[in-house]
Every structure is written in structure tokens, then in C-alpha cells.
């Protein structure tokens, strides 16, 4: 396998990503299409690091980093979209404007 | 406690091998070991205690008996082992460890003396707090804050220890202090009654009058041996330094006026009547056995100091004074209905025999009073307040007849009673006897056959209102409320084994028969000159012509007492044949000294109020005004040309530029999330755009 193909995989779920962000009305689905988007991230780190065989496997650390991380905000994430739901009773993300200025 | 765990850590280290330790020679033997090498785990633990039982007592208040007791009992097992090897061996141990220094000539210590009093002492509380921790258990049950309770109890326990132990006097004021403490938690202890708290607070301020005497006293004496260890300053005392010479008559007198308000003595003995607020058990142990003799056992710490350097000179006073508090307090005793107020003003009148006697250059006499009062008057309290749980009053007017229904206290009351009174096979009568021999030896005292004769009679008093208080109490008819039943088995055994101790303590001590205690006693660094009759047997040894009229007293006063109040009901026989004309108000009102230090405080407390006042308004208040008025003129000049014209017009000219261009701005915060996302995404690529086109 060729770094391009690697690189194609993680440019489709990263666009796969970006349109579920902008095109999902469910907020529960839009977190998922940022955890997408950052898996896509993580298999392009990964296949950059083992292209120049990098000793110090930073790419590695950095996805694992990256894999807290991510875990951590889709845990607010959804803490936040339970309590909107139980005060709005509804998961309709155009409902969320709030922060309106 | 983070802030005490280098301190612990310290102690912990320190105690090793590595300690600076301080033995005398001395021709009794010096013995050390584990116990007394090792007095601070008994120091230690009650405040640990203390601490726990704050900790888990809110969980479950069964954790405040459970650790109090526990510590109690090792403190009785500590004391009495380190007791058992001074009167086997003699112990004479010092140590101190530096904590803090101050400057460069200075330093703080921490640490423990064993000798012959303090081994002494530590009996004493050891066992006496043991049997009232024990009795408390029973007294307390369902009372409110019962874990509160133990802890300041535990408080008081290791405070008291801490004093006792004092090499230094900067120590022994630590220890002072936090008895005190204990002691106003305990007095308030049910501080919803105003009363009590006022009690509380009363104890507290007579006894920081007082203490303001010791702390310059101690001060100056430490000064003029440059070292605040008793055993530099009674060295010096010994070798008469020069600089302590100087000060020494006035230190003495500064040292024992703080005695005075510990130990209760006359001018200064209001407190101790209105501590009674607390409960029983507090007032058995604290302000009757061990406590308040603080002051006594100061006295006879510093003894080598008031019998050599200070002299006569510092001595009269101290004697003087015991002898006035024996005699008033003795004699307001006899008036008093609150069961607990007459044994508070025995108690007050038993100090001051001890004191006397240490005024009179009787320092066994006094101590071995100390040792035999501790526990009778412990009994007498605790057999009160077994009598109070019964009836639920302290009014011995609601008493009455009570053998029938409590044997086991009346029993142990009796005892105790007689032996206060001095009768001649109690524990009571050769401690009394020895003091009144001390007096009559005393050298170069004025007035000291006066004072004789003030303690004789002082002992027909004592005999009678312990006459009249078990009559009240015990006999006649039942004029209380309810069925009044017996304690349980857990506050009626502390009483029968105290009730031994009452008996036998005092054969410790008999002149020309044995003498163990003075022996046991002069084990410490420095000599103590006793001016005492050596004697082959016990019959020429005694001084009948001293010795017997203080018996004679003491059978007097229960036969007059009898008399008095043993045939009909006795509450009758009180109003009737007791209320002598001037004297009867005079002593129910207390010589109107607590009036007399209202007026007192009164006094000073008005004038002094206006002067400050007057102070506060023209002196600080002209100055704070005259500020203010400048700063107002000057406020004004600058309000009106900088302020004004120059900043408010630039702010003016930013905030209307900042909110024009805010409104602008704010459309587009449109508050949904996917449009920002959007914007991202369009920016990301125009990014990525110009990064390819333009590199």
C-alpha cells in the first residue's frame, strides 16, 4: 500500500466529516462527524510517520494524544446535547440559538 | 495538622537516641527506662484523641467514650507505672528538645521532667481522669454534644499533662492556657442556657487576670537567668545569682498571683463557684481534683525559689492568702443549697489549706493534701452528681432521704465526707494534720499562730457544712419529685474504687510510722529544706498539741452539724435556727464581691468608654475628616479639568466608535453553530487555496 491511498482514505472520511458538520440538523450526528474528522486527522498522522519511519513515532503519540482528547470532548459534547435536550426536548441543532448576538 | 508534622516527625526523631537529655545526680538513684523515657506518647495521646473524636464523632458519637476512655486508661497505666518506679527507685529524668529560637540567646522547648511530683502528678490525673472518664460515660448518656464532650475532656487531659510535664515556664504557660480553655468549653458546656456561657466566660477572664501575673512573672525571672528552664532559674535561686536576687521576691509574688486565679484563691475565687455550670464530671475533675491544684503544684515547682530567694518576704503572702481563702470561702460554704456550690467552696477552702502550707514552708504537707484531696473531693462530686441524675435538681432541698434509695452512694458519700473532715483513720485527717504541724514549724512567718488557728477552725467549718450537706442530702424524708433509683454499675464502681482511695491514700503518710511519701516527693534536682520533727514513733512524732485540737475540730463540727440538722427534716431546722442576723446575708451574697467587681468594672467601664469616645470623635475622627475635606477640594479640581474635559471626551469618541462598529459586527453572530462551522470550512479551503497558489 502507498502513502496516496492512505492519504485518499483519510481525505474521504475527512470530507465525509465536513459534510455531516454542515449538513446534519441532529447534534448527536454532528459530534459524530467531528469524531470523523479526527480520525481522518489520525490515520493521515499515522501514515505520514510510518512514510519517513520516524524513530521517535511522534505520529503515534500524537493520535493517541489526539484519541484522549477526542474522547474527552465527545464526552461533553453529549453531556451538553443530553441537557439541552431535556430543557428544549429536542436534539434539532437550528433550535440551538442561543448564543445568538 | 500539616502544619504540626514537622513538629511530630521532630519529636518522633528526636526522642531516639539522639536527644538532649539532662540527667541529674541525685542520692536517691536515678532510674530511667521506657516509661519515662517515653512521657510524651502519654502527652501526645489525649490530643490525638482529641482530634479523632472531633473527626469521627459526627458519624457516630459512640467514637468519643470509645477513644477518650481508651487513652485514659493508658494514661493511668503510664502514670502509675512511672509512680510505681519513683516509689520503688526514685525517677529524677529531664529532657528538652528546641522547637523554635528566638534571636541568637533565646530558645523555645518542648519536653517532660520526672521526678517525685510530677510522677505524682501523673498518678493523680492518670487515675482520677480514668474513673470520671469511666463515670462520664454513664453521666453523659443521651446528653447533647456527648462527643463534643470527650473531646475538650481528652483536651483537658493532655493539657493538664502538658503543664504538669513543664521543664520550662514558657511550656507550663502553654499547658495553662489550654486547661483553660478546656475548662471554658466545659463550663459551656450547654451554652443554650445564657448562664453557662457567662460561667464559661467569667472563669475565663478572672483566670487572664490572673495570668497576666505569671506571664510577667515568668518573663522577669526567665530574663535574670537568661533561660526559661525551672531548672536553670532554681539553680540560680540556689547559688543566689545576682541578677535574679534583684527580682526574685517580686517574680515569686507575680507567679503566684497566676497560682491565684488557677487555684482559685480568695480575691480571685469568683470563678470557681460558677463553674459549676458544667457538668459533674468536668467539675469532678477539673475544678475539683486536678485543675485548679495547677496553681498549687506551680507553687510547689517553684518551691526552691519561694523557700530560699523570695523568702518570708514573698512566703507571708502566700500564706496569708491561703489562710483568707480558707477561712471566707469555708464559711460561705455553709449557706449555700446548690449541692454542687457547697462542694465548689470546700473545694476553694481545701485549696486553700494546700497553699497555706506551701506559704508556711510545708511543701510535703501541702502536696500530700493535693494528692488526698484529689480524690475525695473527686468522690464527694461524683457521688453529687450521681445524687443529681437521680432527682434531677441541685438543690438539696429536693434532696433528702436518699440512703434508702441510693446505698452505694451514700456509702462512698459518707466516706469521702469524713474524710474531708479529717477523721482520724481517713485519708483527710493526715494530710489536714500535717499541714497544721506545718504551720506550727513555719520560721520567721508574721502572724503565723494566727494562721494556725485560722486553719483549726477552718477545720470545725469543714466538718460542719459536710455535716449539714449529707443530712440535707441523705437523710430525713425524700422531698423530690419522681422515684429517685441508684446509678448504673458504670458510674457507682468509679465511686467505690475512689471510695478505697479516700480511705487508704492517706496511710501513705503517717508521722513516725511510715513516711514513704515525703520520701517518694523529695526526689527531684533541687534540695527542699523541710523544717519537720524527726520523730521514732508515731505517737511523739504526731505534736498532739497541734494535731489534736484539728481532730477535735473536725468531731466537733459533725457533732454540732448532727445536732443542728440530724433530728427532724433538716430543711426546717435551716430556716429556723440558722439564719444568723448580719452574717447570714453577708455570706449568702458572697462578701458582695462579685457585686463589688460589677460596680468595679462598671466604674472603670464608663469614664473609660467616654474617654475613647471623646478620642474617637476629636483626635481620630478631626484627622479623618481633614483628609477627607483635602481630598474632596482636591477631587473637585481634578472632576472638573482633567477628568471632564480631557479623558471623558476621549472615551466618549471610543465608545461610540466601539458601539457603531459592535452593531455592524453583531449580525453576524447569527448563534448557530453549523454556520460558524461553515465559515470555518470556507476558510480552511480559501487558506488551502492561497497557500497552493501564492507559496
Avoid: C
Wanted: aromatic letters at 12%; proline letters at 2%.
Amino acid at each position: 500500500m502507498t502513502l496516496v491511498q492512505y492519504l485518499l482514505l483519510s481525505s474521504a472520511l475527512f470530507s465525509l466529516g465536513v459534510y455531516g458538520l454542515l449538513a446534519r440538523r441532529n447534534a448527536v450526528m454532528v459530534l459524530l462527524a467531528i469524531e470523523l474528522m479526527l480520525n481522518a486527522v489520525n490515520v493521515n498522522l499515522i501514515a505520514f510517520e510510518a512514510w519517513i519511519r520516524d524513530a521517535l513515532a511522534i505520529g503515534q503519540v500524537f493520535s493517541i494524544f489526539m484519541i484522549t482528547v477526542a474522547a474527552a470532548e465527545v464526552g461533553i459534547g453529549l453531556a451538553i446535547v443530553l441537557l439541552v435536550f431535556r430543557s428544549r426536548e429536542t436534539a434539532n441543532i437550528d433550535d440551538f440559538n442561543l448564543m445568538k448576538g | 495538622m500539616s502544619r504540626f508534622a514537622p513538629l511530630l516527625f521532630r519529636l518522633a526523631e528526636e526522642t531516639g537516641e539522639h536527644g538532649d537529655e539532662v540527667h541529674h545526680a541525685v542520692e536517691a538513684g536515678v532510674t530511667s527506662g521506657w516509661a519515662v523515657e517515653n512521657v510524651w506518647i502519654m502527652l501526645l495521646l489525649p490530643f490525638v484523641a482529641a482530634f479523632l473524636i472531633v473527626l469521627f464523632g459526627r458519624f457516630d458519637e459512640k467514637w468519643g467514650h470509645r477513644l477518650a476512655v481508651t487513652t485514659t486508661v493508658y494514661m493511668f497505666l503510664h502514670g502509675s507505672w512511672i509512680w510505681y518506679l519513683n516509689i520503688t527507685q526514685g525517677v529524677l529524668y529531664e529532657k528538652s528538645i528546641v522547637i523554635a529560637e528566638i534571636g541568637s540567646n533565646w530558645v523555645l522547648e518542648w519536653g517532660w521532667v520526672v521526678d517525685g511530683l510530677s510522677s505524682m502528678m501523673y498518678f493523680v490525673v492518670g487515675t482520677v481522669s480514668m474513673l470520671v472518664f469511666f463515670y462520664a460515660v454513664g453521666y453523659m448518656k443521651g446528653e447533647i454534644r456527648y462527643a463534643g464532650f470527650f473531646a475538650a475532656f481528652s483536651l483537658f487531659a493532655g493539657a493538664m499533662l502538658v503543664l504538669v510535664a513543664a521543664p520550662n515556664l514558657a511550656q507550663l504557660i502553654v499547658g495553662w492556657e489550654l486547661v483553660g480553655v478546656a475548662s471554658y468549653l466545659l463550663i459551656g458546656h450547654y451554652w443554650e442556657d445564657k448562664t453557662n456561657s457567662s460561667a464559661g466566660m467569667k472563669a475565663f477572664f478572672t483566670n487572664k487576670v490572673a495570668d497576666v501575673g505569671l506571664i510577667i512573672g515568668s518573663i522577669m525571672l526567665a530574663t535574670a537567668v537568661g533561660s526559661f528552664r525551672i531548672s536553670d532559674i532554681l539553680t540560680a535561686a540556689e547559688e543566689h545569682a545576682h541578677d535574679l536576687e534583684a527580682v526574685a521576691v517580686v517574680g515569686a509574688i507575680l507567679l503566684f498571683f497566676g497560682a491565684m486565679g488557677k487555684s482559685a484563691q480568695f480575691p480571685l475565687h469568683v470563678w470557681l463557684p460558677d463553674a459549676m455550670a458544667g457538668p459533674t464530671p468536668v467539675s469532678a475533675l477539673m475544678h475539683a481534683a486536678t485543675m485548679v491544684t495547677a496553681g498549687v503544684y506551680l507553687l510547689g515547682r517553684m518551691f526552691p525559689l519561694f523557700e530560699g530567694l523570695a523568702g518570708v518576704e514573698a512566703r507571708q503572702w502566700v500564706m496569708w492568702i491561703g489562710a483568707a481563702t480558707l477561712l471566707l470561702t469555708g464559711l460561705i460554704a455553709l449557706v449555700q443549697r446548690d449541692i454542687k456550690k457547697v462542694l465548689a467552696y470546700s473545694t476553694l477552702s481545701q485549696l486553700g489549706y494546700m497553699v497555706t502550707a506551701l506559704g508556711a514552708g510545708a511543701y510535703t504537707a501541702g502536696l500530700f493534701h493535693l494528692f488526698t484531696h484529689a480524690f475525695f473531693k473527686a468522690l464527694l462530686f461524683l457521688g453529687a452528681g450521681s445524687a443529681i441524675h437521680a432527682v434531677h435538681s441541685n438543690d438539696m432541698h429536693d434532696m433528702g432521704g436518699l440512703r434508702k434509695f441510693m446505698p452505694r452512694t451514700y456509702a462512698t458519700f459518707l466516706v469521702a465526707s469524713l474524710a474531708l473532715a479529717g477523721i482520724i483513720p481517713l485519708a483527710g485527717y493526715w494530710s489536714k494534720d500535717e499541714i497544721l504541724v506545718g504551720i506550727n514549724a513555719a520560721e520567721g512567718l508574721p502572724a503565723s499562730e494566727f494562721v494556725l488557728w485560722v486553719a483549726t477552725v477552718g477545720a470545725f467549718i469543714t466538718a460542719f457544712y459536710m455535716t449539714r450537706t449529707v443530712a440535707l442530702t441523705f437523710f430525713g424524708q425524700y422531698k423530690g419529685h419522681g422515684h429517685p433509683h441508684e446509678a448504673p454499675a458504670i458510674m457507682t464502681w468509679p465511686l467505690m474504687i475512689l471510695g478505697v482511695f479516700s480511705v487508704g491514700v492517706g496511710w501513705v503518710n503517717i508521722p513516725g510510722v511510715y513516711t514513704g511519701f515525703t520520701d517518694w516527693l523529695a526526689v527531684r534536682a533541687h534540695a527542699i529544706v523541710e523544717h519537720h520533727v524527726e520523730g521514732a514513733n508515731w505517737i511523739e512524732a504526731t505534736e498532739w498539741g497541734v494535731a489534736l485540737p484539728g481532730l477535735v475540730a473536725g468531731v466537733l463540727g459533725i457533732t454540732i452539724g448532727v445536732i443542728v440538722f440530724g433530728r427532724d427534716e433538716g430543711t426546717q431546722a435551716e430556716r429556723d435556727r440558722f439564719r444568723i442576723p448580719v452574717l447570714y446575708p453577708l455570706l449568702e451574697n458572697q462578701y458582695y464581691i462579685d457585686d463589688f467587681y460589677l460596680w468595679l468594672v462598671g466604674l472603670i467601664k464608663g469614664p473609660l468608654a467616654r474617654a475613647i469616645d471623646w478620642t474617637n470623635s476629636y483626635v481620630i475622627d478631626a484627622v479623618v475628616n481633614g483628609v477627607g475635606v483635602l481630598m474632596a477640594g482636591l477631587g473637585r479640581i481634578v472632576y472638573g479639568g482633567v477628568d471632564q474635559r480631557g479623558i471623558d471626551f476621549a472615551f466618549t469618541a471610543f465608545a461610540g466608535a466601539a458601539g457603531g462598529s459592535g452593531g455592524l459586527l453583531r449580525r453576524l453572530q447569527t448563534g448557530r453553530v453549523q454556520q460558524y462551522a461553515g465559515a470555518f470550512v470556507i476558510g480552511a479551503v480559501l487558506l488551502v487555496i492561497g497557500f497552493t497558489l501564492f507559496r
